[in-house]
């Protein structure tokens, strides 16, 4: 009994250290970010936006958010990848930005939690050898929280205040870190310009985890 009682806890360690092993390794690889996507270009004849100059304009509820700054910054990042030139001076196009976010706790699924869903589960791990001897682990655990955020990024020809180019972009997931995700969906958002396809799409971004 003392023998197999000695196997099993060899092999429940050995279980241990393959997981944590598994779990370091994770944490160094890269995540995919994968965001819906949905542009649609109304560029009038004459005009192009290839290499157009731009500046941003806010809304009355942006204009003393810090947030609004940051977001500005990080659009400007993935405008300035496909080629648009911030020129406040000699600006063609007015850029607005929006920005939002939402958590909620997710199913086994990464749907929201509906009503009557049972709050905690359970995953337990263990081996007997007859009513003596035995060795297990257990852990109840809360449901986890996912996170859904969404950008936009709407363009106006100064000269006649026509929406020339609008884009959104939206990814849910589990990554609590907002900063990096916001600026991977502008730059989702930007895929593609400024001759998007079509209907909804969807943009797959490798991001360091």
Known sequence: MRTATRQLTRWFSMALAA???????????MRLIDSDVVSVAAVPPGMSLQGAKYRFERLP?????????????????????????????????????????????????GRP?????????????????GSHIGLGVGMRFPPPTHYRREVSVVMRDLKSGQVVYETRASHTGPWNDSVPIFATLFQAALANFPNPPEGLRRVNIELPR
């Open 61 to 109: 509820s942006q204009v003393n958010n810090p947030e609004a700054g940051l977001a500005e910054q990080q659009a400007q990042a993935a405008m300035t990848a496909v080629g648009l030139v911030r020129d406040d001076a000699a600006a063609s196009l007015s850029v607005m930005v929006g920005f939002s976010g939402t958590q909620y706790l997710a199913d086994p699924w």
């Open 19 to 29: 997981l944590a092993l598994t779990v370091l390794t994770g944490c160094a690889s």
């Open 113 to 129: 939690i509906g009503p009557g869903w049972t709050p905690y589960g359970s995953v337990a791990i263990g081996s007997g050898f």
